[in-house]
């Protein structure tokens, strides 16, 4: 397959192309983003994909990562033709990608797609508040039928209860609960829940 390195060589011998041709130099293998300048050896179509970006610490280079490859999930993932499939996307530290404006709203996009293909999505964040402050991030939680709140901290917890109308009673419970401690949040309706690991997810865990 041709790689960045060969689609740029082909921009800089058109003539009216080698503007685009010098933008994607920095893009390319040995450069500082040129991570994605190579063959793949990803299968769209195994069972289970990994992105691991937490040895990428230059935060510029994350931000590209990110968006590499939420656009490589929608294109080559979601939009899979099989209809009876069940596909589901589980992105961790979530709040990372509302740090700007363009990932946020690119977050929003995803929600919305995945809930249009049925997509099931799986947002996990420490940082609720990052949702609760951007409209992005409020109307990524409207997309998501179901949420799971855990212990908040006095900073937001109040912005918690206000996004999704909870009672004053429960304020309390989310400051004080638990490990495994949640509050159960379903097309409007609130239940309290004791989340425990099956003895198999605890073998996958240990891996």
Do not use: H
């Given at each position: 397959?041709?790689?960045?390195?060969?689609?740029?060589?082909?921009l800089a011998g058109k003539?009216?192309?080698?503007?685009?041709?010098?933008?994607?130099?920095?893009?390319?293998?040995?450069?500082?983003?040129?991570?994605f300048d190579c063959q793949?050896?990803?299968?769209?179509?195994?069972?289970?994909?990994?992105?691991?970006?937490?040895?990428?610490?230059?935060?510029?280079?994350?931000?590209?990562?990110?968006?590499?490859?939420?656009?490589?999930?929608?294109?080559?993932?979601?939009?899979?033709?099989?209809?009876?499939?069940?596909?589901?996307?589980?992105?961790?530290?979530?709040?990372?990608?509302?740090?700007?404006?363009?990932?946020?709203?690119?977050?929003?996009?995803?929600?919305?797609?995945?809930?249009?293909?049925?997509?099931?999505?799986?947002?996990?964040?420490?940082?609720?508040?990052?949702?609760?402050?951007?409209?992005?991030?409020?109307?990524?939680?409207?997309?998501?039928?179901?949420?799971?709140?855990?212990?908040?901290?006095?900073?937001?917890?109040?912005?918690?209860?206000?996004?999704?109308?909870?009672?004053?009673?429960?304020?309390?419970?989310?400051?004080?609960?638990?490990?495994?401690?949640?509050?159960?949040?379903?097309?409007?309706?609130?239940?309290?829940?004791?989340?425990?690991?099956?003895?198999?997810?605890?073998?996958?865990?240990?891996v």
């Open positions: 397959m041709p790689t960045l390195t060969d689609f740029q060589r082909i003539k009216n192309s080698t503007e685009l041709a010098d933008i994607l130099t920095g893009f390319l293998k040995g450069k500082s983003l040129g991570i793949s050896n990803i299968n769209s179509n195994d069972i289970c994909i990994d992105f691991d970006l937490s040895n990428i610490t230059d935060e510029v280079t994350k931000f590209y990562a990110s968006m590499v490859i939420t656009s490589w999930i929608t294109e080559k993932y979601m939009k899979r033709s099989n209809l009876y499939e069940e596909k589901s996307i589980y992105i961790d530290e979530a709040w990372t990608m509302l740090k700007y404006e363009e990932t946020d709203d690119f977050i929003e996009s995803l929600a919305r797609r995945a809930r249009k293909r049925g997509v099931r999505l799986v947002l996990a964040s420490q940082m609720a508040q990052e949702f609760t402050d951007s409209p992005q991030g409020r109307a990524t939680l409207n997309s998501c039928g179901t949420a799971i709140i855990m212990k908040q901290s006095p900073a937001s917890v109040d912005n918690i209860l206000e996004f999704f109308k909870l009672s004053e009673g429960t304020k309390d419970f989310l400051l004080q609960a638990q490990k495994g401690e949640a509050l159960l949040y379903l097309e409007g309706k609130v239940s309290a829940i004791v989340i425990e690991a099956l003895d198999n997810e605890k073998e996958i865990l240990k």
